[in-house]
């Protein structure tokens, strides 16, 4: 006999429960009793017959757009299991709406985190929107007001884009078969950019954007889609897995073309930037055009000539007034040499009353003992010369 713990038997029973795949993710409808919030929200559910307790954990409240209340019929999403310490199962609460519109949401957020696995939301899948389409297309009501509010925008912003409408219906059981097929032309019609969407309305009006076959057609287009569905606070699923979400219509004609009268601002402030730039580079340009002149006009040959002119001229007067004192020192020194052998000259002599005494042939007479009485003689002056006869001769004594 297998005799088991209470323990062992709670455990085995959560071990089941959570196997069961039946009783992941389920729906549940009813009202709620004995609401206790402690951070984590204690509840129970009951409908007319039975209740079941009920539990979401802080993590999950946190994301309730509104606070649960005794007596409120709600649709609670979540998984079954048990709860071992008191050996009772009840329902874990991940997410959580109030009834009517309810059974929408909770299925809207079911798909959305099958989508999101399957990786449709993923940011790396996102197309770039072109900078300035030439082509973009509609996907809309062609009754809608949101349609002309795109018109009138789109006109005024950017009127060089074509706007090409792809009617379709945006309500309805078949309007997600309609959105797709309006999808399919807009991305085979070479435009650059698709908008998405309509204006406000109820949550089961916008219900047609929550269509999965819709999100697989929006994933696989080749060209980039900006989802505009309701108000600022509505999502739908095309909002996610669009590569752009605009909160409304005409936030997306805003997104879609640039502001023209900005692109004019920007080619005015690009024209004075160039021309400042331009008024720039060219006085730089001729600072350098100046330097490079002088530059050239030191190296050309007139002026080479002119200064190789200037100095051959000051080398010349150089020449000149060396050669002038060389000259000059030659003169000085002829003149001493000339006045030296001017008071070696014998005329000179002569003319401080000396004579000079030479034999009849010309020989000049040194000594009294070269003549002899009767010889003929000339005695020359400094200013002439005489003839005279020798009468006698006396010889001094003391002569050396």
């Known amino acids: 006999m297998n005799i088991l713990t209470v323990s062992q038997l709670n455990r085995y029973l959560a071990f089941k429960l959570k196997e069961d795949d039946k009783l992941k993710g389920i729906f549940l409808k009813g009202e709620i009793s004995n609401f206790k919030n402690a951070g ?13 307790k009920a539990v979401m954990f802080r993590s999950h409240a946190a994301s309730l757009r509104f606070m649960p209340e005794n007596g409120q019929s709600v649709i609670a999403m979540g998984s079954v299991s048990v709860f071992e310490r008191d050996g ?17 949401q909770m299925e809207f957020e079911k798909l959305k985190k099958e989508l999101e696995a399957e990786g449709l939301f993923d940011k790396e899948h996102k197309k770039q929107l072109p900078e300035y389409p030439k082509r973009v297309g509609v996907v809309t009501s062609e009754k809608g007001a949101a349609l002309q509010d795109m018109i009138n925008i789109m006109s005024r912003r950017y ?35 698709i908008i998405i969407g309509r204006g406000g309305g109820s949550y089961e009006d916008l219900a047609a954007f ?4 819709l999100a697989y057609y929006i994933y696989h287009l ?3 889609v900006i989802s505009a569905v309701g108000h600022e606070t509505d999502f739908t699923i095309a909002d996610f897995v669009a590569d752009m979400r605009a909160p409304t219509p005409s936030a997306a004609a805003e997104l879609a073309v640039p502001d023209i009268s900005d692109m004019r601002k920007y080619v005015d402030s690009l024209r004075d930037r160039t021309e400042k730039a331009f008024d720039f580079s060219t006085a730089r340009l001729e600072t350098r055009l100046a330097s490079l002149m002088t530059r050239l006009g030191k190296m050309s040959p007139e002026n080479i000539l002119l200064k190789n002119i200037s100095e051959l001229e000051m080398k010349r007067k150089r020449l000149e007034y060396s050669m002038k004192n060389i000259l000059t020192g030659r003169e000085n020194a002829l003149a001493g040499k000339i006045a030296r052998l001017e008071t070696l000259n014998p005329l000179e002599v002569l003319k401080r009353g000396y004579t000079t005494v030479y034999r009849k042939d010309g020989e000049m007479i040194k000594s009294v003992s070269e003549i002899t009485a009767g010889d003929s003689i000339r005695i020359d002056f400094a200013d002439g010369s005489a003839c005279a006869s020798v009468t006698d001769t006396e010889r001094k004594k003391d002569v050396f």
């Not at 997600?176 to 435009?191: E, K, T, W």
């Open 159 to 193: 009127p060089l884009a074509e706007l090409v409408i792809y009617p379709s219906l945006v309500q309805g059981a078949d309007a997600p078969a309609s959105l797709c097929r309006s999808l399919s032309m807009a991305d085979c019609g070479d435009c650059d950019v």
């Open 88 to 104: 009772i199962y009840q329902l874990y609460v991940t997410d959580m709406v109030p009834d009517g519109a309810g059974k929408l």
């Open 222 to 224: 080749n060209t980039p």
């Open 210 to 213: 929550n269509d999965r076959q």
């Open 40 to 52: 984590h929200l204690y509840f129970t559910l009951k409908d007319s017959e039975t209740l079941i």
